[in-house]
């Protein structure tokens, strides 16, 4: 099983980088490979999984199947068994979204869709939440929280519109992403 990550931003902004290692130590380097990367790009994600500057429509995919929030289908533990290569959309998420994934679809016209339910998710939750269902577990029987609200040092709190899976009763979430988030000043 290899889960592929297509870059789909301009630039590796430090937002996507802290979730890419987030994911890394997630499901271990080696079943990653990032895509449509610059030379620089790739440099900088080589430490957390394989690295390449081709475009996805150039890889050479067994069983792709391509996750899509818009898909008709959900991933179930059952179809996960056809699969063998998982392509996600490397997409710093926006709200609403924008169905970014939709350029992926007509790159890869001949892959199978399927969503991990409506709501947007971090691609470290997706990549995630698809290794738990490859592992056996149906959506269904995960727990997600949405919204997730960081508690800031002056009092304030920032508001993720996004879904995040929950685990061991705490939310899978990037502590180093937390911390950069905190020291962020505006958006």
């Excluded at 130590?25 to 990367?37: A, D, I, P, S, W």
């Excluded at 926006?94 to 399927?114: G, M, N």
Aim: hydrophobic share 40%.
């Amino acid at each position: 099983m290899r889960f592929i990550v297509v870059h789909m931003e301009q630039r590796l902004y430090k937002w996507a980088l802290l979730e890419y290692e987030h994911l890394s130590e997630l499901v271990g380097k080696e079943k990653l490979l990032f895509t449509n990367l610059t030379k620089t790009q790739a440099t900088a994600l080589s430490a957390y999984g394989k690295t390449t500057t081709q475009p996805i429509e150039k890889i050479l995919l067994s069983k792709p199947c391509l996750l899509d929030p818009n898909a008709d289908k959900t991933l179930t533990p059952e179809d996960a068994k056809q699969f063998s290569d998982f392509v996600f959309g490397g997409i710093l998420g926006d709200y609403p979204p924008q169905k970014r994934t939709l350029e992926l679809a007509k790159l890869l016209p001949s892959a199978p869709r399927r969503n991990l339910g409506r709501a947007q998710m971090s691609t470290d939750t997706a990549v995630f939440a698809t290794k738990r269902i490859c592992d056996g577990i149906p959506l269904e029987k995960l727990i997600f929280q949405d919204n997730f609200v960081i508690f800031m040092a002056d009092k304030m709190e920032m508001i993720l519109p996004y879904r995040y899976l929950i685990d061991g009763g705490k939310v899978v979430f990037s502590a180093k992403l937390m911390n950069y988030l905190k020291k962020k000043k505006g958006f």
